[in-house]
C-alpha cells in the first residue's frame, strides 16, 4: 500500500502482571439444621503425616482447615449426611455449636435470639457486631412490614435499629418504607433468610463462619492461574479439567492453511471479519471488494463482489449489525453496501475532497468519515453531512474507529493519535516518538494497538490517560502500511502481517513471539481474527490471495478451496 520511512531503534520488551483474581459470590446455603451426627460411616481417613498438623506435599495446608472447607463443600453441594460423617469421623467441626446455633435461630427467623446469640460466637470486633446485628434487625423489620405489622416494625426501627445504625440516609430509607410503601422495591434486600445468611457469612471472619463455597473458588483460582501461566491457551475454559495441570500447546493457535481465496486481481490490502464472524470482507487495488461467506464447517466462499469505486479500496468497515458493509476508495468516495444482495445503499463524497477512512456509529444510525482535508464529518445513512471536525484530525493514511462511548479515534499527526469525545469536545493524545502507520481498537475499547514506523507495535490502554502497557517485535516493514489487530480468545494475542511474507503471532501479555507464519509469496498488508472462532485467522497479501489459517488437527477439505465463483453487483446507484 502506501510507501513510508524506516528506522529501527532497539526493542524494549516490557512484561506486565495478570490482573488480579476477584472472588466469587457466594451462592445461596440450605435452610436445613446445620451441624454434625453421629453415624456408623466408615471412610477412609485423609493422608496425612502421623497426626500431623498440616498436609501436603509442601506442608502448607493446615489439615483442620483443609477438612472444614470440604465439608463446607460436601453441605453446599447438598450432600447433608456426607458432610455431617466428615465431620463425625475427623472430629472436626465445621463450626462451633454456637455458632450452628445462631445460623438456625437465623434460619428460623428468631431475631432476638439470634441478636443475643451473636455475641457469644467470639467476635471480639465491636464494629462487626454493631453491623451485623443492624443486618438480622432490617430483615426483622421487613419481615414485620411484610406481615402488615406496621407499629411493630416502626418500633425495630426506632428503638433497634437506630441506635446501632450510623448511616442517617439508610434509616431515611427504612423509614420511607412505612410512609410510602411504594418505594420499598428498591430498598428491600432481596431474597430469604438464606440470603441473609450468606451476608452475615461474608461480614463476619472466616475462622467464625466458613465462607460459602470457599473450596470452589480456591479450585477456581488455581485454574485460572493455571490459565493465564499458559502462553498457547486458546480454548475454552470448559475444555480445563481438575484432573491435571492445564497446559495448551501450540496445536492451539491458528497455524495451518486451511484455504486460498484467489478471487482478486491484484493485490489484496484489507481483510476484516463480521462482528457475528459469518463473513470475511476483502478491499484490493483491484478497485473491489469481496464480501466472503463462512459455512457451518468453517470454509469460505465468495458471495458478492462489490464494484463501482473508481479508485482502489483501501478498507471495509461492518456496521454493528452486520447487515452493511462501508468500502473507502483510496480519496475518493465511501459506499454503502447491503450484505444479503450486495446492492450500493449509498455513496458519500464531498466534491474536490476525497474520503479517506470509514467507520460506523455504534447505534449504527451514522457514519464517520476522514477526509483528504484532514477534518473528519458525520454523515446520516441518507448521504447528510451532519457534523464536522476541522483542523488537523487525520491524515492521508489513517485509520478510524468509535468507541461505544462516542469517542472519535483517529491519526492526527506523524506520531500521535487523537482521541476526541464527540459530545464534551474533550480532547485526548496518545504521542509516540516514531511514525505511526496504523493502529486496532480493541473489541471491548479499552485497548489500542499502534503499528509503527520502526517495527514495532505497541499496547495502550487508553482508559483514562493512555498508558503504554506492552511493545511487539519481529516483523518487517520498510515500505508498506501493515495492519495488526486483536485475536484469539479474548483476544489474548496479537497478529501483524509484515513485509517478509510471514503472518507474525504474539502472545498479549508476555510479549512473547509465538509463531511466524509461513505461506504468502507477497507482503502481507493486513490480518483478521475471526472474533466468534478464535482457531480462524486470516491474512491478505500483495501476492493477490487471502488466506484463511485454522489448527494443526483440521485437515478437512473445503470443496472448491481456490475459490473464484464470484457474485458480480454493480456498484451504481
Known amino acids: 500500500m502506501g510507501g513510508v520511512g524506516d528506522e529501527e531503534p532497539a526493542l524494549k520488551r516490557m512484561k506486565f502482571l495478570s490482573k488480579g483474581l476477584v472472588a466469587l459470590s457466594n451462592g445461596s446455603s440450605s435452610k ?11 471412610a477412609r481417613p485423609l493422608s496425612s503425616e502421623g497426626d500431623g498438623q498440616v498436609i501436603g506435599s509442601r506442608g502448607v495446608i493446615k489439615r483442620e482447615e483443609f477438612v472444614k472447607i470440604i465439608a463446607r463443600a460436601l453441605y453446599s453441594l447438598g450432600y447433608k449426611k456426607s458432610g455431617e460423617h466428615l465431620e463425625e469421623e475427623s472430629g472436626i467441626a465445621l463450626h ?36 451485623a446485628s443492624v443486618l438480622i434487625l432490617e430483615q426483622k ?20 435499629i437506630a441506635p446501632l445504625c450510623t448511616n442517617t440516609s439508610r434509616i431515611h430509607e427504612l423509614t420511607s418504607c412505612i410512609v410510602s410503601p411504594s418505594p420499598r422495591q428498591d430498598t428491600v434486600r432481596v431474597g430469604s433468610r438464606s440470603k441473609l445468611l450468606e451476608e452475615l457469612q461474608k461480614l463476619l471472619p472466616p475462622t467464625i463462619m466458613i465462607p460459602e463455597k470457599r473450596l470452589e473458588h480456591l479450585v477456581e483460582q488455581a485454574l485460572i492461574l493455571q490459565r493465564e501461566a499458559c502462553p498457547f491457551h486458546n480454548s475454552s475454559d470448559k475444555d480445563m479439567s481438575l484432573y ?9 493457535i ?17 481483510v476484516q471479519f463480521s462482528h457475528n464472524g459469518k463473513y470475511l470482507a476483502s478491499a ?18 465468495a458471495k458478492h463482489r462489490l464494484s463501482g469505486h473508481q479508485r482502489p479500496v483501501s478498507s471495509v468497515s461492518w456496521s454493528p449489525d452486520d447487515q452493511e458493509l462501508l468500502t473507502c476508495g483510496v480519496e475518493e468516495a465511501i459506499r454503502r453496501w447491503d450484505v444479503s444482495t450486495g446492492k450500493c445503499l449509498q455513496i ?17 444510525k451514522y457514519i464517520l468519515s476522514g477526509l483528504s482535508d484532514k477534518s473528519i464529518c458525520m454523515w446520516e445513512l441518507d448521504g447528510k453531512e451532519v457534523e464536522s471536525w476541522k483542523g488537523q484530525k487525520t491524515l492521508k493514511i489513517s485509520d478510524l474507529e468509535i468507541t461505544g462511548d462516542g469517542e472519535i479515534i483517529s491519526i492526527c499527526k506523524d506520531n500521535a493519535v487523537l482521541l476526541l469525545n464527540r459530545e464534551t469536545k474533550d480532547e485526548r493524545f496518545i504521542d509516540e516518538y516514531q511514525t505511526i502507520t496504523s493502529f486496532s481498537l480493541s473489541k471491548n475499547n479499552k485497548f489500542l494497538l499502534v503499528t509503527l514506523l520502526n517495527q514495532e507495535i505497541h499496547l495502550w490502554n487508553i482508559e483514562g490517560d493512555p498508558k503504554l502497557v506492552g511493545k511487539y517485535k519481529g516483523h518487517r516493514r520498510t515500505r508498506f502500511v501493515v495492519r ?37 509469496s507477497g507482503a502481507v498488508n493486513c490480518v483478521s481474527w475471526n472474533p466468534t472462532n478464535p482457531h480462524m485467522l486470516a491474512s491478505a497479501s500483495d501476492d493477490r490471495t487471502i488466506r484463511i489459517w485454522g489448527l494443526n488437527c483440521m485437515k478437512v477439505k473445503h470443496q472448491n478451496a481456490h475459490s473464484n465463483g464470484i457474485h458480480h453487483c454493480n456498484g451504481g446507484t
Not at 244 to 249: L, N, Q
Not at 254 to 270: N, R, Y
Not at 491 to 519: K, T
Request: glycine share 10%; with cysteine.
Open 32 to 42: 436445613e439444621p446445620v451441624g454434625g451426627s453421629s453415624s456408623s460411616f466408615m
Open 348 to 364: 458519500y463524497g464531498r466534491t474536490g475532497v476525497g474520503l479517506v477512512s470509514c467507520a460506523w456509529f455504534p447505534t449504527g
Open 96 to 131: 462451633t455449636s454456637a455458632v450452628n446455633l445462631f445460623m438456625q435461630q437465623i434460619l428460623d427467623g428468631n431475631w432476638d435470639e439470634s441478636v443475643a446469640s451473636l455475641h457469644k460466637i467470639g467476635l471480639e470486633d465491636e464494629s462487626i457486631v454493631r453491623s
Open 244 to 252: 491435571s495441570d492445564h497446559h495448551c500447546g501450540k496445536d492451539q
Open 284 to 301: 484490493s487495488n483491484d478497485r473491489s471488494a469481496i464480501i466472503w461467506e463462512v459455512d457451518v464447517n468453517g470454509g469460505l466462499s
Open 141 to 160: 423489620f421487613f419481615e414485620l412490614l411484610d406481615g402488615e405489622k406496621v407499629m411493630e416494625a416502626l418500633k425495630t426501627l426506632r428503638t433497634e
Open 484 to 520: 495488526s489487530c486483536f485475536g484469539g480468545l479474548k483476544q489474548g494475542f496479537i497478529a501483524s502481517g509484515s513485509e517478509d511474507s510471514q503472518v507474525y503471532i504474539w502472545h498479549r501479555n508476555s510479549g512473547e513471539l509465538i509463531e511466524a507464519l509461513p505461506g504468502h
Open 254 to 270: 491458528p497455524s495451518t492453511t486451511l484455504q486460498i481465496l484467489e478471487a482478486h486481481d491484484d493485490e489484496v490490502w484489507f
